[in-house]
Protein backbone atom coordinates (compact mmCIF):
# COMPACT_ATOMS: atom_id res chain seq x y z
CA UNK A 1 0.00 0.00 0.00
CA UNK A 2 0.57 3.39 -0.54
CA UNK A 3 1.76 6.73 1.73
CA UNK A 4 -2.13 8.26 2.17
CA UNK A 5 -3.05 11.17 3.84
CA UNK A 6 -6.61 9.77 5.28
CA UNK A 7 -9.55 12.34 6.19
CA UNK A 8 -12.12 10.42 8.90
CA UNK A 9 -15.11 13.05 9.95
CA UNK A 10 -16.82 11.92 13.20
CA UNK A 11 -20.41 12.86 12.16
CA UNK A 12 -21.71 13.20 15.57
CA UNK A 13 -18.84 13.18 17.22
CA UNK A 14 -18.33 9.91 18.31
CA UNK A 15 -14.95 7.88 17.16
CA UNK A 16 -17.02 4.75 17.41
CA UNK A 17 -20.36 5.82 15.70
CA UNK A 18 -21.53 7.51 12.20
CA UNK A 19 -18.72 8.83 10.57
CA UNK A 20 -17.00 8.84 6.77
CA UNK A 21 -13.37 8.57 5.54
CA UNK A 22 -11.98 9.90 2.47
CA UNK A 23 -8.59 9.12 0.91
CA UNK A 24 -6.71 12.00 -1.12
CA UNK A 25 -7.11 11.91 -4.39
CA UNK A 26 -9.93 9.23 -4.43
CA UNK A 27 -13.54 9.34 -5.71
CA UNK A 28 -14.24 6.25 -3.34
CA UNK A 29 -15.98 7.17 0.06
CA UNK A 30 -16.47 4.92 3.32
CA UNK A 31 -19.59 5.36 5.67
CA UNK A 32 -19.38 3.31 8.63
CA UNK A 33 -21.56 3.21 11.40
CA UNK A 34 -22.53 0.42 14.50
CA UNK A 35 -25.98 -0.83 14.15
CA UNK A 36 -27.93 1.08 16.07
CA UNK A 37 -27.26 4.12 14.05
CA UNK A 38 -28.44 2.58 10.79
CA UNK A 39 -31.19 4.94 9.92
CA UNK A 40 -28.68 7.86 10.61
CA UNK A 41 -26.41 6.05 7.55
CA UNK A 42 -29.70 5.49 5.09
CA UNK A 43 -30.67 8.92 5.64
CA UNK A 44 -27.47 10.47 3.91
CA UNK A 45 -27.19 11.33 0.57
CA UNK A 46 -24.47 8.87 -0.09
CA UNK A 47 -27.12 5.95 0.44
CA UNK A 48 -29.00 6.71 -2.70
CA UNK A 49 -26.11 5.49 -4.57
CA UNK A 50 -24.10 2.21 -5.72
CA UNK A 51 -21.76 0.23 -3.65
CA UNK A 52 -20.64 -2.49 -1.60
CA UNK A 53 -21.27 -2.95 1.95
CA UNK A 54 -19.98 -5.15 4.88
CA UNK A 55 -21.44 -6.16 7.97
CA UNK A 56 -19.17 -7.57 10.92
CA UNK A 57 -20.50 -9.36 13.62
CA UNK A 58 -19.62 -12.58 15.97
CA UNK A 59 -20.99 -16.05 15.24
CA UNK A 60 -23.10 -16.53 17.51
CA UNK A 61 -22.16 -20.53 17.43
CA UNK A 62 -18.32 -19.93 17.67
CA UNK A 63 -18.18 -16.64 19.11
CA UNK A 64 -15.61 -16.27 16.08
CA UNK A 65 -15.96 -12.65 14.18
CA UNK A 66 -18.17 -12.89 11.12
CA UNK A 67 -18.67 -10.42 8.50
CA UNK A 68 -21.35 -10.43 5.56
CA UNK A 69 -20.53 -8.63 2.38
CA UNK A 70 -22.94 -7.03 -0.14
CA UNK A 71 -23.94 -5.03 -2.92
CA UNK A 72 -27.05 -2.78 -3.93
CA UNK A 73 -27.18 -0.38 -6.54
CA UNK A 74 -29.39 2.12 -4.09
CA UNK A 75 -28.01 1.55 -0.71
CA UNK A 76 -30.62 2.71 1.28
CA UNK A 77 -32.59 0.22 -0.26
CA UNK A 78 -30.88 -2.80 -0.04
CA UNK A 79 -29.26 -2.74 3.91
CA UNK A 80 -32.33 -2.55 5.76
CA UNK A 81 -33.13 -5.86 4.19
CA UNK A 82 -30.40 -7.38 7.02
CA UNK A 83 -32.45 -6.80 9.67
CA UNK A 84 -33.00 -10.34 10.27
CA UNK A 85 -29.49 -11.31 10.30
CA UNK A 86 -28.56 -11.14 14.32
CA UNK A 87 -24.69 -11.67 14.15
CA UNK A 88 -23.66 -7.68 13.21
CA UNK A 89 -23.65 -5.48 14.94
CA UNK A 90 -21.36 -2.66 12.71
CA UNK A 91 -21.44 -1.80 8.89
CA UNK A 92 -19.30 -0.34 6.27
CA UNK A 93 -20.45 1.42 3.18
CA UNK A 94 -18.07 2.08 0.61
CA UNK A 95 -19.45 4.44 -2.91
CA UNK A 96 -18.22 6.79 -5.47
CA UNK A 97 -18.48 10.36 -4.92
CA UNK A 98 -18.52 11.12 -9.05
CA UNK A 99 -21.27 8.31 -8.82
CA UNK A 100 -19.50 6.32 -11.76
CA UNK A 101 -19.59 3.09 -10.03
CA UNK A 102 -22.36 1.03 -12.37
CA UNK A 103 -23.78 -3.02 -11.46
CA UNK A 104 -20.69 -5.15 -12.97
CA UNK A 105 -18.37 -2.74 -10.40
CA UNK A 106 -20.05 -3.32 -7.70
CA UNK A 107 -20.60 -6.80 -8.44
CA UNK A 108 -16.94 -7.48 -9.20
CA UNK A 109 -16.09 -5.52 -5.96
CA UNK A 110 -18.23 -7.87 -3.68
CA UNK A 111 -17.04 -10.77 -5.28
CA UNK A 112 -13.10 -9.59 -4.62
CA UNK A 113 -14.14 -8.88 -1.17
CA UNK A 114 -15.92 -12.30 -0.53
CA UNK A 115 -12.90 -13.88 -2.10
CA UNK A 116 -10.04 -12.21 -0.04
CA UNK A 117 -12.42 -12.97 3.41
CA UNK A 118 -12.25 -17.01 2.44
CA UNK A 119 -8.86 -17.08 1.24
CA UNK A 120 -7.05 -15.20 4.29
CA UNK A 121 -9.89 -17.11 6.61
CA UNK A 122 -9.24 -15.08 9.68
CA UNK A 123 -13.29 -14.31 9.99
CA UNK A 124 -16.24 -16.32 9.13
CA UNK A 125 -18.15 -15.45 5.74
CA UNK A 126 -21.65 -15.43 6.09
CA UNK A 127 -22.33 -15.31 2.52
CA UNK A 128 -22.70 -18.33 1.05
CA UNK A 129 -21.43 -17.92 -2.57
CA UNK A 130 -20.76 -14.69 -5.43
CA UNK A 131 -20.85 -14.74 -8.91
CA UNK A 132 -18.00 -11.60 -9.41
CA UNK A 133 -18.40 -9.50 -11.96
CA UNK A 134 -16.78 -9.59 -15.22
CA UNK A 135 -15.19 -6.35 -16.43
CA UNK A 136 -13.04 -4.98 -19.75
CA UNK A 137 -9.48 -4.02 -19.08
CA UNK A 138 -9.61 -0.36 -18.44
CA UNK A 139 -12.50 -1.12 -15.51
CA UNK A 140 -10.36 -3.56 -13.92
CA UNK A 141 -7.13 -1.29 -13.52
CA UNK A 142 -9.93 1.17 -12.03
CA UNK A 143 -11.14 -1.33 -9.72
CA UNK A 144 -7.90 -2.32 -8.70
CA UNK A 145 -7.08 0.61 -7.37
CA UNK A 146 -10.53 1.22 -5.93
CA UNK A 147 -10.00 -2.17 -4.36
CA UNK A 148 -6.79 -1.16 -2.82
CA UNK A 149 -8.00 2.00 -0.91
CA UNK A 150 -11.25 -0.32 0.62
CA UNK A 151 -8.56 -2.55 1.83
CA UNK A 152 -6.55 0.55 3.64
CA UNK A 153 -9.57 2.07 5.12
CA UNK A 154 -11.28 -1.52 6.30
CA UNK A 155 -8.66 -1.83 9.41
CA UNK A 156 -9.14 1.98 10.11
CA UNK A 157 -12.94 1.82 10.41
CA UNK A 158 -13.01 -1.71 12.68
CA UNK A 159 -13.54 -4.05 10.07
CA UNK A 160 -11.26 -7.35 10.59
CA UNK A 161 -10.15 -10.14 8.08
CA UNK A 162 -9.99 -8.27 5.00
CA UNK A 163 -6.28 -6.65 5.35
CA UNK A 164 -3.14 -8.47 4.39
CA UNK A 165 -0.42 -6.95 6.89
CA UNK A 166 2.53 -8.01 5.63
CA UNK A 167 1.48 -11.61 4.71
CA UNK A 168 3.42 -13.24 2.38
CA UNK A 169 6.68 -12.01 2.41
CA UNK A 170 9.06 -15.02 3.92
CA UNK A 171 12.29 -13.36 3.72
CA UNK A 172 14.02 -15.41 6.26
CA UNK A 173 16.50 -12.23 7.14
CA UNK A 174 13.81 -10.56 8.39
CA UNK A 175 12.14 -10.93 11.66
CA UNK A 176 11.23 -14.42 11.26
CA UNK A 177 10.93 -16.99 14.29
CA UNK A 178 10.77 -20.16 14.39
CA UNK A 179 8.82 -23.03 16.46
CA UNK A 180 10.77 -26.37 16.99
CA UNK A 181 8.91 -29.48 19.12
CA UNK A 182 9.20 -32.58 18.69
CA UNK A 183 10.69 -33.53 15.21
CA UNK A 184 8.61 -30.57 13.86
CA UNK A 185 9.46 -27.40 12.87
CA UNK A 186 6.74 -24.08 12.17
CA UNK A 187 8.04 -20.47 10.71
CA UNK A 188 6.74 -17.36 11.17
CA UNK A 189 6.68 -13.43 12.08
CA UNK A 190 4.88 -10.89 13.49
CA UNK A 191 2.30 -8.81 11.59
CA UNK A 192 0.19 -5.92 12.44
CA UNK A 193 -2.88 -7.96 13.28
CA UNK A 194 -1.15 -11.07 15.30
CA UNK A 195 1.04 -13.36 14.08
CA UNK A 196 1.46 -15.43 10.66
CA UNK A 197 2.58 -18.96 10.65
CA UNK A 198 4.03 -19.73 6.85
CA UNK A 199 2.91 -22.38 4.07
CA UNK A 200 4.70 -25.63 4.71
CA UNK A 201 5.40 -25.02 8.65
CA UNK A 202 4.54 -27.63 10.56
CA UNK A 203 2.75 -29.11 14.04
CA UNK A 204 2.49 -32.06 16.25
CA UNK A 205 0.16 -34.69 15.16
CA UNK A 206 -1.80 -35.18 18.10
CA UNK A 207 -3.76 -32.51 20.44
CA UNK A 208 -3.13 -32.53 24.07
CA UNK A 209 -6.15 -33.97 26.09
CA UNK A 210 -5.91 -31.31 28.57
CA UNK A 211 -6.17 -28.67 26.02
CA UNK A 212 -9.73 -28.65 24.56
CA UNK A 213 -8.90 -24.43 23.60
CA UNK A 214 -6.32 -25.33 21.16
CA UNK A 215 -8.31 -29.14 20.11
CA UNK A 216 -10.84 -26.43 18.84
CA UNK A 217 -8.44 -24.08 17.00
CA UNK A 218 -6.48 -26.82 14.88
CA UNK A 219 -9.94 -28.39 13.93
CA UNK A 220 -10.87 -24.88 12.93
CA UNK A 221 -7.90 -24.75 10.89
CA UNK A 222 -8.31 -28.44 9.68
CA UNK A 223 -12.39 -27.41 8.48
CA UNK A 224 -10.82 -24.91 6.02
CA UNK A 225 -7.91 -26.72 4.52
CA UNK A 226 -5.71 -24.93 6.74
CA UNK A 227 -3.73 -28.06 8.29
CA UNK A 228 -3.84 -31.13 6.93
CA UNK A 229 -2.12 -34.44 8.12
CA UNK A 230 1.10 -35.64 6.41
CA UNK A 231 2.40 -38.94 7.90
CA UNK A 232 3.52 -38.60 11.43
CA UNK A 233 2.92 -34.68 11.36
CA UNK A 234 0.54 -31.83 10.45
CA UNK A 235 1.35 -29.16 7.93
CA UNK A 236 -0.14 -25.20 6.54
CA UNK A 237 -1.54 -25.46 3.31
CA UNK A 238 -0.80 -22.32 3.34
CA UNK A 239 -0.06 -18.85 5.03
CA UNK A 240 -2.79 -18.16 7.92
CA UNK A 241 -2.82 -14.89 10.12
CA UNK A 242 -3.36 -15.61 14.01
CA UNK A 243 -4.36 -12.95 16.38
CA UNK A 244 -1.41 -13.60 18.47
CA UNK A 245 1.94 -15.54 18.56
CA UNK A 246 0.37 -17.55 21.65
CA UNK A 247 -2.66 -18.59 19.61
CA UNK A 248 -0.14 -19.72 16.49
CA UNK A 249 1.71 -21.69 18.83
CA UNK A 250 -1.55 -23.71 20.63
CA UNK A 251 -2.13 -24.58 16.37
CA UNK A 252 1.61 -26.08 16.19
CA UNK A 253 1.94 -27.78 19.41
CA UNK A 254 -1.68 -28.62 20.19
CA UNK A 255 -1.58 -27.81 23.17
CA UNK A 256 -0.96 -24.37 25.62
CA UNK A 257 1.32 -22.39 24.41
CA UNK A 258 3.24 -19.38 25.23
CA UNK A 259 4.33 -17.48 22.09
CA UNK A 260 6.16 -15.01 23.26
CA UNK A 261 8.73 -17.55 24.86
CA UNK A 262 8.20 -20.36 22.05
CA UNK A 263 8.51 -18.81 18.79
CA UNK A 264 12.66 -17.70 18.74
CA UNK A 265 14.64 -16.83 16.09
CA UNK A 266 17.20 -18.49 14.00
CA UNK A 267 20.02 -17.06 17.15
CA UNK A 268 17.22 -17.93 19.68
CA UNK A 269 16.25 -14.99 21.09
CA UNK A 270 12.34 -15.10 21.76
CA UNK A 271 9.79 -12.59 20.69
CA UNK A 272 9.80 -11.40 24.34
CA UNK A 273 13.29 -11.10 24.59
CA UNK A 274 13.35 -9.14 21.41
CA UNK A 275 10.99 -6.96 21.91
CA UNK A 276 12.54 -6.48 25.14
CA UNK A 277 15.10 -4.60 23.32
CA UNK A 278 13.53 -2.41 21.37
Not at 76 to 102: C, I, M, Q, Y
Not at 173 to 189: F, P, S
Request: charged letters at 30%; a neutral charge; hydrophobic letters at 35%.
Amino acid sequence: MNPSTIKIFLVNGSPKGLRTAEISNWTGKAIACPRKELKDLLGREESKRAGVYILQGTDTDSEDTMVYVGEAEVIRTRLPGHSNKDFWNSAVVFTSKDENLTKSHIKFLEGKLIERAKELGRVKVDNSQSSGGHLPESDLAEMGVFLENVYQLLPILGIEGFNLSDIGSQDENTNVYYLRIKGVEARGKRTESGFLVFEGSEAVLEHRRSSVRSKKIREDLEAKGVLVISGKKRVFTRDFEFSSPSRAGQAVEGGACNGLTAWKTREGKSIKEVESEL
